[in-house]
């Protein structure tokens, strides 16, 4: 079974940075994507960024340029190093593999608040 853990939430004045760490275990087969999700305050879950198995990269618009996704592929954690943090990135940040014959597996989330 697929476990994600993440890591390195916290609170930050807006202008600062965060990096986010999420270690992925129990991955026995093919990673199709890692990606990272947010849900701000009293609303839906949206995705920040993805990382494919052949290392496309997609973000979302609110974050291009700012948040950089990367992965460690020989420990199968995945990153994501948030720049110039805005009081609009607040939020719990949530770990998200999709993984042959696994399925989709999501981390506990960890939160990241900004303050203005």
């Known amino acids: 079974q697929v476990q994600l853990v993440e890591s390195g939430g916290g609170l930050v004045q807006a202008g600062g940075s965060l990096r986010l760490s999420c270690a992925a275990s129990?991955?026995?087969?093919?990673?199709?994507?890692m990606a990272w999700y947010r849900q701000p305050p009293g609303k839906q879950r949206e995705l920040v960024a993805l990382i494919g198995s052949d290392d496309r990269l997609s973000y979302a618009d609110s974050v291009k340029g700012r948040f950089t996704i990367s992965r460690a592929s020989a420990n199968n954690t995945v990153y994501l190093q948030m720049n110039s943090l805005k009081p609009e990135d607040t939020a719990v940040y949530y770990c998200y593999a999709n993984v042959l014959y696994s399925g989709r597996s999501w981390g506990q989330g960890t939160q990241v608040t900004v303050s203005s």
């Open positions: 129990g991955i026995n087969y093919r990673i199709i994507a």
